[in-house]
């Protein structure tokens, strides 16, 4: 469904855009039909910025992104754009910043109404938005004719996942939607998300929580410095992590009920076995992958 | 005793009436102890750390006493308040990171934040080097701006400014929610580190991250709508909570490993209720599974076991 093939994005930096910066590098990609694959890096891995690229607010340096078939990079004009939109839309990690603080928050539903469905009644079009507010599990009476400063920003959360369902998505980017809610709203959030994948859905769920990432995923990928350093099943990638920065990264993940000196004290008893890495000369910014097992992959060293 | 929070009652002003954001919290909080502070959105945590440190104009002290190192804290005067500030109570607020002025150099605000508290920035100068380097910082971190750095070492400048004057007690308020996990568990390590060598004594850390807190704190305290529903050592907290509110937030809590295809966590059905016109009675009731009628009376705070708090008709054994 989604695929991204060998996409870099270098962005100019410095004071006068003299120096380069390398943010996303030589990524292969490939998101299926009610599949979940979850981005899981540090702040700067790229993250961000493939989950921009997929959803064409920033184009590739090189590669190409393609859904269905199309190359995203190359939607031209309104119309094709709308089609795109149509079909996959991304949600954000502050949904404040989504929502006018003026205008009450089910605007937001009102301007898919517009730009999609002019033709529907007034009551066609209550009742779809009833019922995308039924499956984001929210309760009309608390969450419509409200401002948003008066809903919580899990409420916010769901509002705009729900506005996404109003179109008929196949595809969802969600870009750290959870980390600003709390535990429960958290939960609550990706089970809706675990809901909309059983339907269907394809899901990029960027996070830089692991132990999230892997509740719902079915395949994680773990990027450093914009290159992918391993991709593969979830359950493998946690049970049997290869590369040394996914195993620093996972024992770096609070758990509840082991400390970090447990699964440091661990993890020197019982080094894991060194996985040979593919390596790249100097100058090449390509990323290439090895199969270790059966779709489980890991990429380069960069330290 | 660090500190003694006796029936305290703040309350936000607004046009519609007075919002009971902490409606007699009660707790102490022992010399060397860190406690963890947890409970969903907008139940009163952030509340309780600003009260401790400034009441807004908006803010009312409506009851209720303070005690830190045996002193009275005169929350409710701003002016006598100062003498606190930085020297005995600091606080890092939710998003400090992003409120760091962005138009001046790090070296310069610390300056100026010392300066306000009545210190020659020279008097500490090798201090704050030598406390730098200790959370992994390079001193010329204080020639540049904000901007320049990432979050990680954005947090730890804040965490350094806030304890420079030995505060007894540092709040944390989600400092570290932002942050990837080898960052986060790098800038938790250097907390508790600066609480072995002294330089707080004790601290509240604010989160949602409950097994962050089992990484670091002694205790953790459990609110509800404005107040305590549960106190314990933290890891009496994780494993045998007994307030049916921390049961159900630590059960909405993933395993590392843990995954939908076999079984889904849950989260707790409801909202938090307002707190313009709290319920009376436990404030859980509308959301506990096993509320009864007596439920309809305050459930006390009470000590169930040594260091064991709870408010809830059906722990009070
Ligand atoms: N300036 C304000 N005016 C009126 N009510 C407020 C104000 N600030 C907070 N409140 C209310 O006080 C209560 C407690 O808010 P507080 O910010 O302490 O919650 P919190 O536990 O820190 O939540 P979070 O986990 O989302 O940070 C909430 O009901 C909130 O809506
Ligand atoms: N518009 C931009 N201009 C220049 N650099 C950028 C821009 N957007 C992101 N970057 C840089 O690209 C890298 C990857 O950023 P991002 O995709 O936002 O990471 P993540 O989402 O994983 O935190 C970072 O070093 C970031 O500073
Ligand atoms: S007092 Fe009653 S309603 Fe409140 S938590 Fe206990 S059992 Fe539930
Ligand atoms: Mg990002
Ligand atoms: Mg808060």
């Known amino acids: 469904m989604l695929e991204l093939s060998h996409v870099h994005k270098v962005y100019r930096v410095g004071a006068f855009g003299g120096s380069t910066l390398r943010a996303v590098r030589d990524v292969n990609l490939v998101v299926k039909p009610g599949e979940v694959v979850s981005l899981i890096g540090e702040s700067g891995s790229g993250k961000s910025t493939i989950g921009k690229m997929v959803l064409g607010l920033t184009k590739p340096s090189q590669g190409t992104i393609t859904f269905e078939g199309k190359d995203v990079t190359r939607l031209r004009g309104f119309g094709e754009k709308k089609e795109y939109y149509r079909h996959v839309q991304g949600v954000f990690q502050d949904p404040f910043s989504s929502f006018n603080p003026i205008f009450k928050a089910d605007r937001v539903f009102e301007m898919i109404r517009s730009s999609y469905f002019p033709d529907v009644s007034d009551a066609d079009w209550r009742e779809k938005v009833l019922d995308v507010i039924g499956t984001v599990r929210l309760d009309p009476a608390n969450v419509l004719n409200k401002y948003p400063h008066q809903l919580s920003g899990g409420q916010l959360q769901r509002l705009l996942i729900a506005r996404a369902l109003l179109l008929d998505i196949r595809l969802l980017v969600a870009d750290e939607i959870i980390s600003m809610l709390d535990a429960s709203t958290r939960i609550d959030v990706l089970n809706l998300l675990a809901d909309l994948k059983e339907r269907g859905l394809g899901i990029l769920f960027v996070t830089h929580d692991l132990s999230l990432g892997n509740y719902v995923s079915d395949r994680s990928v773990i990027l450093r410095k914009g290159a992918i350093a391993e991709l593969g099943p979830t359950r493998r990638v946690f049970e049997n992590p290869l590369h040394p920065y996914s195993r620093h990264l996972l024992s770096c993940v609070p758990q509840l009920h082991r400390t970090w000196a447990e699964v440091d004290a661990e993890l020197a008893a019982n080094p894991p076995e060194d996985v040979v890495l593919p390596t790249v000369s100097e100058g090449d910014d390509s990323a290439p992958l090895v199969e270790a097992e059966e779709g489980h992959f890991v990429g380069i060293d960069q330290r | ?306 260091g064991h708090w709870a408010a809830c008709w059906k722990t009070g054994r």
């Open chain 2, 1 to 306: 005793m660090t500190l003694r929070v006796k029936d305290l009652k703040v309350y936000y002003q607004t046009l519609r009436g007075d919002v009971h954001a902490l409606d007699g919290v009660d707790f102490e909080l022992a010399d060397g102890e860190i406690m963890g502070l947890a409970g969903e959105s907008g139940c009163g945590k952030s509340t309780l750390g600003k009260s401790l440190i400034r009441l807004d104009s908006r803010m009312r002290h409506v009851d209720g006493t303070i005690e830190l190192d045996g002193e009275d804290v005169p929350i409710a005067k701003d002016r006598e308040m100062n003498r606190f500030r930085y020297h005995e109570i600091s606080l890092i607020p939710q998003y400090a990171m992003s409120a760091l002025n962005p138009t001046r150099k790090i070296g310069r605000m610390i300056n100026e934040l010392l300066q306000s508290r009545g210190v020659r920035p020279s008097e500490v100068t090798e201090e704050l080097n030598r406390r730098l380097e200790l959370v992994g910082l390079d001193p010329d971190v204080l020639k540049r701006f904000p901007i320049e750095l990432s979050g990680g070492m954005k947090q730890r400048v804040v965490m350094v400014m806030a304890t420079l004057l030995n505060p007894s007690l540092l709040i944390a308020d989600e400092a570290t929610s932002a942050l990837d996990v080898s960052t986060q568990r790098s800038v938790v390590e250097s907390m508790v580190e600066f609480r072995d060598r002294g330089y707080v004594k004790s601290m509240i850390f604010v989160t949602h991250d409950i097994s962050l807190v089992y990484q670091m704190a002694d205790t953790v305290m459990v609110m509800y709508a404005g107040r305590v529903a549960e106190k314990a050592p933290a890891s009496t907290i994780i494993n045998d909570p007994q307030h049916p509110y921390t049961k159900m937030l630590i059960g909405a809590l993933p395993e590392v490993g843990a995954t939908t295809d076999e079984a889904r966590l849950e989260g707790i059905p409801g909202t938090p209720p307002g707190l313009l016109h709290p319920p009376t009675g436990c404030r859980f009731k509308a959301r506990c599974p096993i509320a009864s009628e007596e439920c309809s009376e305050t459930p006390p705070l009470v000590e169930i076991e040594p």
